[in-house]
């Protein structure tokens, strides 16, 4: 059973240095909020860099290294210049309660959704490069909800 739950980390895949940053991370009992407010980033953001899916400036690993007390140039050595996020999901649908349930969303709203982005913009696409995504937990005397905002550009489809 452990090789199983080894395989289903949500660390799996990632370079060692990204799962220090996690553990650097929970050790010193930051949130991903913290960390982006001492970087000037969005939590979302941070989070994003964490599982290697964005890539952090050298005045970005500089700042977490101090944050985290972690060599900055250990930090670099992988996460660097050289270096390129892989902004993927390799798993669909995913297996994660959490991202299943954002899945089934799309599943189940994407079309309705589809049809209203092209009755107020036109034939085109929501831009997910140039995009803000912002997590709030709205209080609810029946529950916490989760409000997730996805800010992006609109790009409208070329004609030629």
Known sequence: MASIAANTTPYS?????????????ARKGLSFADIGKA????????????YAQAKFSQEEIVKVGQVLEIDPVA???????HWWPDRGLVEMPPRDPV????????MVYGQPIKA????????????MINCNVHVE??????GDRV???FDGKFLPYSQW
């Open 39 to 50: 970087i000037n980033r969005d939590e979302v953001w941070v989070a994003a860099a964490f």
């Open 137 to 142: 937990k709205k209080p609810d005397p029946a």
């Open 13 to 25: 895949g990632l370079p060692p240095i990204n799962v220090q940053l996690f553990e650097a991370k």
């Open 116 to 127: 209203v982005i092209h009755e107020k913009f036109g034939d085109g696409i929501m831009s």
């Open 99 to 106: 991202l299943y349930r954002l899945y089934e969303g799309i």
């Open 147 to 149: 409000v997730l905002t």
């Open 75 to 81: 930090i670099s050595s992988v996460l660097g210049d």
